[in-house]
Nanobody, 115 residues
Framework: QVQLVESGGGLVQPGGSLRLSCAAS????????MGWYRQAPGKQRELVAR???????WYAESLKGRFTISRDNAKNTIYLQMNSLKPEDTALYYC?????????WGQGTQVTVSS
């Protein structure tokens, strides 16, 4: 099992940047895949980005070039750097960890992009 705690969300103007953090309660080196999802009001939760223990990454096609996922196994933390934010990026962002066949979720951190 693992507990995940997200932070770093907030209100930002269009074109701005935010960096989300997700702190895990166990050594992230032991978690093969970690990622970020988001859910906007009235929409389904969608995968934003994933990263493996080895550093391989995957991004939603529409977010490539603006979002960057990274992990620091020494700090048991993953990050999501979000640049050139748009109003449509407004959502609750969730951290996810896949351990064996189980999915674990954080409580989410709200990102609001508005002028």
């Amino acid at each position: 099992q693992v507990q995940l705690v997200e932070s770093g969300g907030g209100l930002v103007q269009p074109g701005g940047s935010l960096r989300l953090s997700c702190a895990a309660s166990r050594n992230t080196f032991s978690i093969y895949i970690m990622g970020w999802y988001r859910q906007a009001p009235g929409k389904q939760r969608e995968l934003v980005a994933r990263i493996t223990t080895g550093g391989s990454t995957w991004y939603a096609e529409s977010l490539k070039g603006r979002f960057t996922i990274s992990r620091d196994n020494a700090k048991n933390t993953i990050y999501l750097q979000m640049n050139s934010l748009k109003p449509e990026d407004t959502a609750l962002y969730y951290c996810n960890a896949m351990i064996s066949t189980a999915n674990y979720w954080g409580q989410g951190t709200q990102v609001t992009v508005s002028s």
